[in-house]
Protein backbone atom coordinates (compact mmCIF):
# COMPACT_ATOMS: atom_id res chain seq x y z
CA UNK A 1 0.00 0.00 0.00
CA UNK A 2 1.72 3.45 -1.17
CA UNK A 3 1.68 6.53 1.01
CA UNK A 4 -1.37 8.24 -0.28
CA UNK A 5 -3.65 5.05 -0.31
CA UNK A 6 -2.34 4.44 3.38
CA UNK A 7 -3.73 8.45 4.31
CA UNK A 8 -6.89 7.61 2.97
CA UNK A 9 -7.55 4.22 4.32
CA UNK A 10 -6.32 5.34 7.80
CA UNK A 11 -8.11 8.86 7.27
CA UNK A 12 -5.20 11.38 8.28
CA UNK A 13 -5.95 13.68 5.71
CA UNK A 14 -9.34 12.99 5.01
CA UNK A 15 -12.71 14.56 6.64
CA UNK A 16 -14.64 12.13 8.38
CA UNK A 17 -17.29 11.44 5.92
CA UNK A 18 -15.14 11.39 2.86
CA UNK A 19 -13.06 8.88 4.96
CA UNK A 20 -15.89 7.00 5.32
CA UNK A 21 -17.09 6.99 1.85
CA UNK A 22 -13.65 5.40 1.05
CA UNK A 23 -13.23 3.23 3.21
CA UNK A 24 -16.96 2.01 2.69
CA UNK A 25 -15.96 2.14 -0.84
CA UNK A 26 -12.51 0.21 -0.32
CA UNK A 27 -14.92 -2.70 1.64
CA UNK A 28 -17.03 -3.10 -1.26
CA UNK A 29 -14.61 -3.71 -3.76
CA UNK A 30 -12.52 -6.37 -1.49
CA UNK A 31 -15.89 -7.70 -0.72
CA UNK A 32 -16.13 -7.36 2.99
CA UNK A 33 -18.69 -5.43 4.99
CA UNK A 34 -17.45 -2.44 7.18
CA UNK A 35 -18.18 -4.09 10.25
CA UNK A 36 -15.80 -6.82 9.34
CA UNK A 37 -13.17 -5.05 8.24
CA UNK A 38 -13.00 -2.89 11.46
CA UNK A 39 -13.53 -5.88 13.60
CA UNK A 40 -11.71 -5.07 16.54
CA UNK A 41 -10.20 -8.18 18.00
CA UNK A 42 -9.76 -8.37 21.67
CA UNK A 43 -6.40 -8.85 23.75
CA UNK A 44 -5.96 -12.23 24.79
CA UNK A 45 -7.00 -12.54 28.70
CA UNK A 46 -3.87 -12.34 31.59
CA UNK A 47 -3.25 -15.70 32.42
CA UNK A 48 -4.33 -16.41 36.27
CA UNK A 49 -1.70 -16.84 39.47
CA UNK A 50 -1.21 -20.71 40.08
CA UNK A 51 -3.90 -22.57 41.98
CA UNK A 52 -1.44 -22.58 45.01
CA UNK A 53 -1.10 -19.06 44.62
CA UNK A 54 -4.70 -18.75 44.13
CA UNK A 55 -6.03 -20.41 47.14
CA UNK A 56 -3.26 -19.02 49.66
CA UNK A 57 -4.38 -15.73 48.26
CA UNK A 58 -8.18 -16.43 48.95
CA UNK A 59 -7.75 -18.32 52.50
CA UNK A 60 -6.13 -15.06 53.48
CA UNK A 61 -8.82 -12.77 51.93
CA UNK A 62 -11.31 -14.63 54.11
CA UNK A 63 -9.23 -14.40 57.67
CA UNK A 64 -9.50 -10.38 56.79
CA UNK A 65 -12.93 -10.49 56.13
CA UNK A 66 -13.99 -12.81 59.43
CA UNK A 67 -10.56 -11.26 61.40
CA UNK A 68 -13.12 -7.44 60.29
CA UNK A 69 -16.18 -9.00 61.34
CA UNK A 70 -17.90 -9.84 57.62
CA UNK A 71 -18.22 -6.29 57.17
CA UNK A 72 -19.62 -5.45 53.38
CA UNK A 73 -19.31 -2.30 51.88
CA UNK A 74 -22.49 -0.55 50.59
CA UNK A 75 -23.39 -0.97 46.99
CA UNK A 76 -22.05 2.42 45.67
CA UNK A 77 -18.52 1.54 46.69
CA UNK A 78 -19.00 -2.14 45.31
CA UNK A 79 -20.45 -0.79 42.03
CA UNK A 80 -17.21 1.74 42.49
CA UNK A 81 -14.93 -1.02 42.79
CA UNK A 82 -15.78 -3.21 39.99
CA UNK A 83 -16.08 -0.69 37.64
CA UNK A 84 -12.87 0.24 38.15
CA UNK A 85 -11.81 -3.31 38.19
CA UNK A 86 -13.61 -3.72 34.74
CA UNK A 87 -11.03 -0.80 33.33
CA UNK A 88 -7.96 -2.60 34.91
CA UNK A 89 -5.60 -4.61 32.07
CA UNK A 90 -5.64 -7.53 34.86
CA UNK A 91 -9.47 -8.08 34.60
CA UNK A 92 -10.65 -11.34 33.21
CA UNK A 93 -14.14 -10.74 31.73
CA UNK A 94 -14.39 -14.78 30.81
CA UNK A 95 -14.73 -15.30 34.85
CA UNK A 96 -14.87 -11.66 36.25
CA UNK A 97 -11.37 -12.86 38.18
CA UNK A 98 -8.23 -10.33 39.11
CA UNK A 99 -4.91 -11.80 37.10
CA UNK A 100 -2.69 -9.47 39.27
CA UNK A 101 -0.07 -11.79 40.76
CA UNK A 102 -1.07 -10.95 44.44
CA UNK A 103 -4.57 -11.81 43.89
CA UNK A 104 -6.97 -14.09 41.43
CA UNK A 105 -9.79 -13.25 42.97
CA UNK A 106 -13.23 -13.46 41.73
CA UNK A 107 -14.32 -9.76 41.52
CA UNK A 108 -17.70 -9.88 42.24
CA UNK A 109 -17.05 -11.30 46.06
CA UNK A 110 -13.81 -9.34 47.27
CA UNK A 111 -15.11 -6.11 45.59
CA UNK A 112 -18.06 -6.08 48.77
CA UNK A 113 -15.64 -7.02 51.98
CA UNK A 114 -14.38 -3.87 53.64
CA UNK A 115 -11.01 -5.86 54.76
CA UNK A 116 -10.04 -6.40 51.15
CA UNK A 117 -8.16 -3.86 48.91
CA UNK A 118 -7.08 -4.11 45.15
CA UNK A 119 -3.12 -5.49 44.78
CA UNK A 120 -2.20 -3.20 42.37
CA UNK A 121 -4.00 -0.06 44.39
CA UNK A 122 -6.62 1.10 42.50
CA UNK A 123 -9.38 0.88 44.70
CA UNK A 124 -10.30 4.30 46.54
CA UNK A 125 -9.99 3.92 50.61
CA UNK A 126 -13.14 2.49 51.55
CA UNK A 127 -15.70 4.56 54.47
CA UNK A 128 -16.05 1.93 56.80
CA UNK A 129 -19.62 2.26 58.61
CA UNK A 130 -19.48 1.64 62.00
Not at 9 to 25: E, F, K, N, V
Request: hydrophobic letters at 35%.
Amino acid sequence: MNGSRYAIWTGTRLSPDRQHAYRSAWCAAAGVSLQEAFKIQPWPEPDLPGLVQRAVNFGTAVTRHVAHGLQQLPPAQVQARVKICEQCPQFRASDRTCAAAGCGCFIDIKATWVSEQCPQQRWPQCQESS
